[in-house]
């Protein structure tokens, strides 16, 4: 009978492996949207050649930098997409299947790569959200034509609640940051203690 404890427990702590398809998605997601975006800053570059030139019209110049801001803005939304899909792969990897030794010896010492608990990847993934969040905000905003006063009224109210979220995610850093040294202190005096 303990033998098939023993093997059926192998199999349940086994089929933990079974995220390593979730790891290897995300990560060719990331890959693929890193390239995505990749190729709309080269041809967004090439596009800019003709931006000094003496023969373009004023109008056809504004018109320009408008698409090249509108751009520059759906290509920063790819990169953190892309980062978002990267975080996800490496958190899944580090919490179901092992420890990433390059990430804890690294000298970059990288936090927001190097994730302990699903709390870690909850936050991680959150703040990259939320900028992406705040990308999007910004790229309809360029586009955001104001009638009247209550459109104005409006965006203002949209841009401090993005202050609002920006302020409350970075106090919650903050708040973070002492119980988490006040934890290290407790396992040192333990270790103390124990010595």
Known sequence: MKWIETTFEGFLWNSRLAVLAAVLASLASALAMFYMATVDTWYMIV??????????VEATRAKLRATTIAHVVGILDGYLLATVLLIFALGLYELFISKIDQAEHSEMGS???????????????GKVVLMILIVKFFEYALDMKFVNALDLLYFGGGIALIGLALYLTHSGDHKAKPSETSGRDDSHERVRSKS
């Open 111 to 125: 936090r927001v790569l190097f994730i302990k608990t699903l709390d870690d990847l909850k936050t991680r993934l």
């Open 47 to 56: 596009h800019l050649m003709n931006y000094a030139s003496p023969d373009i």
